[in-house]
């Protein structure tokens, strides 16, 4: 579900495609990036307590709601420079007022904040909403990133489209969820051991709910996919384009097949890479995805004892993950690139390889780094597997969003020892080595005396009258399970299914060659699908 993948140099002009992933993993900020926190966060800081920017800058009316039955007029977007540090003048933001509670829509306002690049081509289409993921994935940042020149999105998206970076409500640049730092880093297990360890991680978990509550405001209770949909329409009214066209990777699938849910009328084309699958109870969804994980990391090995150019060539990785966790277990292994940045752990517990790793097997070209990163760590620097720090109420990689919205959507059913417990022999059935290690681990722990109501239970879905929506997904996704795809698709009478045979997490992103890719382009641009039952080896 989380994505954007923190790679050191992701916003370093030049620098390396930052790509996506359930996981938020522990890296440090690019420096451009770290420079422009406090622009962020001040931009951030009046979206909540003042009127959007578009509403207050702006009297244009956007035409689109009466052309295509959507309902009231809304204040169109106006679209300004963005706070990002060096963005370059073609790089516009715009923000819309919502309702805190769109049950109440007289009541308290929040905002929710896009980006923009032109489509380079002379001709568009029209516009392309972008959700990276998480949740609590930033799409600005993305886009902000592509405006800096690390080419996430591929050359046909951008002669063709408009592309809009979305941050749903809680997140980067719309009103964000804000937490208590000093929680948010306080170390606590997620695999307790007895009832002390337990107690703690739940009043962790509420102190930090509710410092939430009480930085955020009303917001905390409203952060849910089914809310964020629903901006979404506010979104694509304010644009005054007409239908959507929409680009969801991980959680954002989640986020674009409620939309598909709530206003199926309203969609020009839908591709959906990577599918989360929300008809499945918690732990199942945590047995599904460290099923997947597990069987991405003996692909990991396998490819280590075959390929030469591995750094681990010749080691027993299975052996050597199931070591450094005993080790760091015993004594937490150092991470001495955070003693000298300041922004991760300064030491490494078993539970954040185990969790971390994961996030080094998202993608395929990142093999060679995770073969690094554990070499690294059996020769005493874990630094890779280190956690981050948050910096503030709203840090850019270490903050609550995420949780806020894991918690609205996914009820955990942990009220004691024994129920984690249970929990986590499930886990070892699924995964003997992961024992239930995952994002979904975090939600099942991570939630156990949050504040917050779950306002958003999974449940079936049921769309009707939505025209061909385009799901892609690989067979072997560390993350994403390949049966929450076929899951997803069979509860889209208009869903169709795109198979990449093959590794790593969501397609879109990919680099390289990938007819996947190039399948998902195609669509946006015609509306038409592959053949239902297509398989690409990319």
Not at 37 to 48: D, E, G, H, Q
Not at 108 to 117: E, G, H, I, Q, W
Not at 285 to 291: A, D, P, Q, S, Y
Request: hydrophobic fraction near 40%; charge should be negative.
């Amino acid at each position: 579900m989380r994505t954007s993948l923190h790679s050191a140099d992701a916003w370093k002009p030049g620098g390396a495609a930052r790509p996506t992933g359930r996981l938020r993993p522990p890296r440090r900020r690019g420096a451009a990036l770290a420079a422009g926190v406090a622009a962020l966060t001040a931009f951030a800081t009046t979206a909540l307590t003042a009127p959007a920017a578009s509403a207050a800058s702006t009297t244009a009316v956007a035409t689109a709601a009466a052309r295509t039955g959507a309902g009231p007029a809304v204040a169109a977007l106006h679209w300004t420079s963005c706070p990002y540090p060096d963005a370059p003048a073609e790089l516009q933001c715009a923000s819309i007022e919502v309702p805190v509670d769109h049950a109440h829509p007289d009541g308290p306002k929040a905002t929710v904040t896009v980006d923009r690049l032109r489509a380079t081509g002379a001709h568009p289409v029209g516009s392309l909403f972008f959700d990276p993921g998480g949740p609590g994935g930033s799409g600005t940042e993305f886009l902000y990133g592509e405006a800096m020149g690390t080419r996430l999105f591929s050359a046909a998206t951008r002669e063709h489209f408009d592309v809009i970076g979305v941050d749903p409500r809680g997140v980067g640049l719309s009103s964000p969820v804000r937490c208590d730092p000093a929680l948010l880093d306080r170390r606590v297990s997620l695999f307790p051991e007895d009832e002390a360890a337990f107690r703690r991680l739940v009043d962790r978990n509420r102190e930090l709910g509710e410092s939430c509550r009480r930085l955020t405001g009303p917001l905390l209770d409203h952060v849910d996919t089914v809310s964020a949909a629903r901006d979404l329409e506010l979104l694509r009214r304010a644009l005054g384009q007409g239908k959507l066209n929409y680009l969801g990777l991980s959680y954002g699938s989640q986020l674009g097949a409620t939309y598909a849910e709530l206003f199926p009328d309203r969609i020009r084309t839908m591709a959906l890479d990577g599918a989360l699958d929300h008809s499945l109870s918690t732990p199942a969804l945590m047995r599904g995805e460290t099923h997947a994980y597990e069987d991405s990391l003996d692909r990991f090995a396998d490819w280590c004892a075959r390929d030469t150019s591995c750094s681990l060539h010749g080691t027993d990785v299975g052996s050597l993950v199931d070591a450094l966790v005993a080790q760091a277990d015993r004594t937490p292994i150092p991470a001495p690139q955070c003693a000298e940045d300041g922004d991760c752990r300064t030491s490494v517990t078993g539970e954040d390889i185990l969790l971390n790793l994961q996030n080094l097997l998202l993608f395929p070209a990142r093999r060679a780094d995770l073969a690094l990163a554990l070499g690294r760590a059996r020769d005493g620097d874990a630094s890779a597997f280190s956690p981050a720090l948050a910096a503030g109420p709203s840090d850019p990689i270490a903050n609550g969003s995420a949780l806020a919205i894991e918690c609205q959507d996914w009820p955990t059913p942990v009220r004691t020892l024994d129920d984690l417990r249970r929990l986590r022999r499930d886990g070892q059935a699924a995964a003997p080595r992961l024992g239930g290690a995952s994002q979904s681990w975090t939600i099942l722990a991570g939630c156990a005396g949050w504040p917050a109501p779950v306002t958003n239970p999974p449940r079936p879905l049921h769309v009707r009258g939505a025209p061909p929506i385009l799901i892609t997904n690989a067979t072997h996704d560390p993350s994403t399970a390949y049966p929450w795809a076929v899951r997803l698709e069979r509860a889209l009478p208009s869903g169709v299914l795109a198979t990449r045979d093959g590794d790593g997490h969501t397609s879109y992103l990919a680099h390289g060659t990938s007819r996947t890719r190039d399948a998902i382009d195609d669509y946006l641009l015609t509306g038409r699908t592959p053949p239902r039952g297509t398989v690409y080896t990319d």
